[in-house]
């Protein structure tokens, strides 16, 4: 799957959970000839059928990012372009205002796969725009200065 884990019990779960019919994959080392499933959607390849499906799930899949089973009870908080949960209605409306003012469009539509197009290098999550990308490197890797556009 090529993803990274904070700690030791994530990689185990997610080996257990995910990989469970193909563990002695596990236990060879793998060459570039190996990695034979393409992911239609982006550059990755895998070694596995299974690793190429999660993939295209939990990367390429609009309703995998939806399901994030965000309780009806907090739908009011939600930000469907970054995925936070506020803590107040009128928090969300704030950032709304704030990060998405030259993109409000988006919350009226239902969004799919192919409108989320901005994918994350760090994390490989898919955005609205390139706008929220930004917002989203910024708050979560830290590492796109937004003021360096206006230098």
């Known amino acids: ?73 907090n739908q009011e908080r939600f930000c469907r372009l970054c995925y936070i949960i506020y803590k107040e209605p009128k928090y969300l409306r704030i950032h709304k205002q704030k990060i998405h003012a030259g993109e409000m469009d988006a919350f009226e539509k239902e969004l799919s796969a192919e409108d989320m197009q901005q994918m994350c290098k760090k994390c490989d999550k898919s955005f609205y725009s390139q706008n929220t990308l930004e917002y989203h490197m910024q708050r979560k890797h830290k590492k796109y200065d937004r003021s360096k556009e206006f230098s």
């Open 1 to 73: 799957c090529n993803l990274e884990f904070k700690a030791y019990g994530g990689f185990r779960q997610h080996k257990y959970k995910i990989h469970r019919l193909e563990l002695a994959a596990f236990k060879r080392n793998y060459e570039e000839k190996d990695f034979v499933y393409e992911c239609s959607a982006c550059d990755k390849k895998f070694v596995t059928e299974t690793s190429s499906n999660y993939h295209m799930k939990s990367k390429h899949s609009m309703r995998t990012k939806k399901n994030i089973k965000i309780k009806s009870e």
